[in-house]
Structures are given as structure tokens and as C-alpha cells.
């Protein structure tokens, strides 16, 4: 298995607001996780979108009706609109009971790139940085994702990230029934981007050196 250290943190897209992928253009426009993924596997299997499903957020009694159903399908969902120009660069989801989802935005900005991370809780969420003068390469993205300071934020405490914190704040405890927890851990977070296409498996690899580094699993000697 990959660790951290073996991709290619330098890779850096030519742009944001050029996609080759025509159902990830569409992707990108849908907020709703669920929806997301009905969609996606509607497109690839060559089936007709039911209706609504392409609308960027759910509203009014729409909303209403899918979080009747379970808590989970409103992944995604509260998330603020895009500013002008404005493109997700990075996605993290939760499976957690209300499925949270934050995303890292860029938007034109002068001749600067501007950044911003978003939650559906209006979290002020505190990054590295938020400016570059062109795309950001894998590494500098991870630093934004990895450095923020949302969840378990306190003056006391390093900055976690998007992927950490919840990890330490769903799994970092002693518990019983390590094994399940693992199961659970590998799959509580996801880390997804139209741009960097190693981001997922980078953050994958993250997780399983967090789960080592717990001695919930144990490591390898190429760690």
C-alpha cells in the first residue's frame, strides 16, 4: 500500500475553470452528496437524471422531503452558494449521521487566485493561506486541507484539518471493538477533487499512518 510519502506533491493543474470530464462538470454543480452520487452513476450508466436532481442546492419543501427520509441524504446540502466565479477544488465528506461536507473554493481574484473553506455550519474556518498566483500544486492543497482549523479548534490544540479532526474526535478515544472501528475509520472520511486526481488515494494513505500511529492497525516496515 502507498504511504504519504510516495506521491507526487508537486503536480499542480494549469487551471480551475477547465474541466476534460463532462460528468465531472456536472458533478460540480450539484452540492448534495447523495444527489451526487445518483447522479454520477445514473450518467455512467447511461440512464435519464430525474428531475431535481441537477438543481445545485435542494430548497423549501423539496429539502424537506429528503431529510424526512434520513438525516444522512442532507449531506451537502446547507452549504453556502458559489461566489462569482467560483469553483470547488477539493471535497471532504463525512459518514456521519448528517453526512457533513466541507469543501476548499477558489475564485479569480485580481490577479491572484483567492481561497476559501466552507462547511454547512458557517464555520470560520482559519487556513495557511488564501491566495496564490497560480492553481496551488497537491502539496499547498493538502497544507489547506490538512492545516485548517475547523473542528476541535481551541487555542490549546495544533490544527487538525478536515480529515484529522474528525478522526481523532470519532476514533482518537479508547474504545472496544478496535476492529469494527477501523472499518468505520477507513471509510468515515473521503477526500475527493476534479483537479488533483491522487488527492483521494493521498488521503487514504493518511488515514491508514493515523490508524498506526492510534495502534489500531499495525504498521509495515515501509511506513
Not at 21 to 37: H, S, Y
Not at 76 to 102: C, K, M, N, Q
Amino acid at each position: 500500500m502507498k504511504t504519504t510519502r510516495d506521491f507526487d506533491l508537486s503536480f499542480r493543474p494549469d487551471t480551475y475553470w477547465e474541466q476534460g470530464d463532462p460528468i465531472a462538470v456536472i458533478l460540480a454543480g450539484i452540492k448534495g452528496e447523495a444527489r451526487r452520487k445518483q447522479v454520477k452513476a445514473a450518467l455512467e450508466a447511461g440512464k435519464e437524471i430525474p428531475e431535481g436532481l441537477l438543481d445545485s442546492l435542494l430548497e423549501g419543501p423539496v429539502r424537506q422531503d429528503w431529510g424526512a427520509l434520513h438525516p444522512f441524504l442532507m449531506g451537502g446540502e446547507y452549504l453556502p452558494p458559489d461566489l462569482p466565479g467560483e469553483t470547488t477544488i477539493a471535497r471532504v465528506s463525512l459518514r456521519s449521521v448528517t453526512g457533513d461536507v466541507s469543501e476548499v473554493r477558489a475564485r479569480p481574484g485580481g490577479r491572484l487566485i483567492r481561497y476559501r473553506i466552507v462547511d454547512e455550519y458557517d464555520t470560520e474556518i482559519g487556513m495557511p493561506f488564501d491566495a496564490s498566483e497560480a492553481p496551488v500544486t497537491m502539496g499547498q492543497l493538502i497544507s489547506l486541507i490538512d492545516q485548517c482549523d475547523g473542528l476541535l479548534r481551541s487555542d490549546a490544540e495544533p490544527r487538525l484539518g478536515l480529515v484529522r479532526a474528525p478522526l481523532e474526535y470519532n476514533f482518537g478515544r479508547p474504545h472496544s471493538g478496535a476492529h469494527r472501528r477501523v472499518r468505520e475509520a477507513r471509510a468515515f472520511v473521503t477526500v475527493s477533487s476534479p483537479f488533483y486526481p491522487d488527492l483521494e488515494a493521498y488521503f487514504e494513505a493518511l488515514v491508514e499512518e493515523w490508524l498506526i500511529s492510534k495502534g489500531l492497525v499495525e504498521g509495515t516496515s515501509d511506513m
